[in-house]
């Protein structure tokens, strides 16, 4: 009795350290994209990111072949659906063979935040303007929404947008001009996107 009580304590304790060994991971978007990030210091090792659907289930790569690490092991993930729960693995190779193989690390995909952002920036002629909402294009109805470009005073010098606005990530191109057709001057203008959900401005610089 004496000997399995032991037992059944060493095998907790095992599993109490492999569980304790285990590294952190960081979940947050960056440029509206899903970034997925091992915690730790693994560079100059290369790694692979594998993911599933459920925690036994079967796991696909995310890339074709091994990455190296040159910072953060992490992965861009751009078909990630909002409210939804994924399962991603991180295998690391040792310099002396073999690999480490961390997760699966249960991940729910957070709302694409309501941002808009510009690029590139500064800007001498076309840029491109990237409107995100929250929630899923796919399970989430559109909201009206108004984009506007605005000048250091606050005044619209054109509008970019009036009407449904799709949830997730919609990109418009911006010739640099006003509603005129005037190319704007060189300075600092202001994208401001609108929304029932709330708003969200991003800075601009032109030149010439």
Excluded: K
């Excluded at 594998?50 to 925690?55: A, Y």
């Excluded at 984009?147 to 970019?160: I, K, P």
């Amino acid at each position: 009795m004496l000997r399995r009580s032991l037992l059944v304590l060493g095998l907790a304790s095992l599993l109490h350290s492999a569980a304790a060994a285990q590294p952190g991971l960081q979940v947050r978007y960056e440029d509206e994209v899903l970034r997925v990030t091992l915690e730790g210091t693994y560079l100059g090792r290369y790694y692979q990111v594998w993911r599933g659907d459920r925690f036994a289930g079967e796991y696909q790569p995310l890339a074709a072949d091994y990455t190296l690490c040159t910072g953060d092991c992490s992965v861009g993930v751009l078909d990630a659906v909002p409210g939804r729960t994924y399962y991603y693995r991180f295998d690391v190779l040792r310099a002396e063979g073999g690999f480490d193989s961390y997760g699966p690390f249960p991940v729910t995909v957070p709302d694409t935040p309501l941002l808009a952002t510009v690029s590139p920036n500064p800007s001498n002629g076309r840029a491109r303007i990237r409107f995100s909402l929250p929630g899923s294009p796919r399970q989430d109805l559109p909201v009206q929404a108004e984009a506007r470009v605005l000048d250091l005073q606050g005044r619209t010098v054109r509008r970019l947008h009036t009407g449904a606005l799709a949830r997730g990530v919609t990109t418009l191109d911006w010739d640099g001009r006003d509603d005129a057709g005037q190319p704007l001057g060189a300075g600092i203008y202001f994208v401001r996107l609108s929304t029932p959900l709330g708003g969200s401005t991003a800075r601009i610089v032109r030149f010439r």
